[in-house]
């Protein structure tokens, strides 16, 4: 059993877009260069080599 002590409050607010499928690499370029981004976050897993 794992204990843990929580919070009277907690909120998490993160504005992020998830694009996923097999045709999501593709455009990354285009979103990222949408939104200006500068350092993107990305995650991914070794399925997406193929």
Same mark, same amino acid.
């Given at each position: *059993?794992?204990? *843990?002590? $929580? ?5 998490? #607010? #993160?504005? !992020? /877009?998830? !694009?996923? =499928?097999? @045709?999501? $690499?593709? %455009?990354?370029? @285009? $979103? $990222?260069?949408?939104? =200006?981004? /500068? %350092?993107?976050?990305?995650?991914? @897993? /070794? =399925? !997406?080599? =193929?």
């Amino acid at each position: *059993m794992i204990s *843990m002590i $929580l919070p009277d409050y907690y909120e998490f #607010c #993160c504005r !992020v /877009k998830l !694009v996923a =499928g097999h @045709d999501a $690499l593709e %455009k990354i370029p @285009d $979103l $990222l260069a949408e939104r =200006g981004a /500068k %350092k993107p976050l990305i995650i991914t @897993d /070794k =399925g !997406v080599a =193929g």
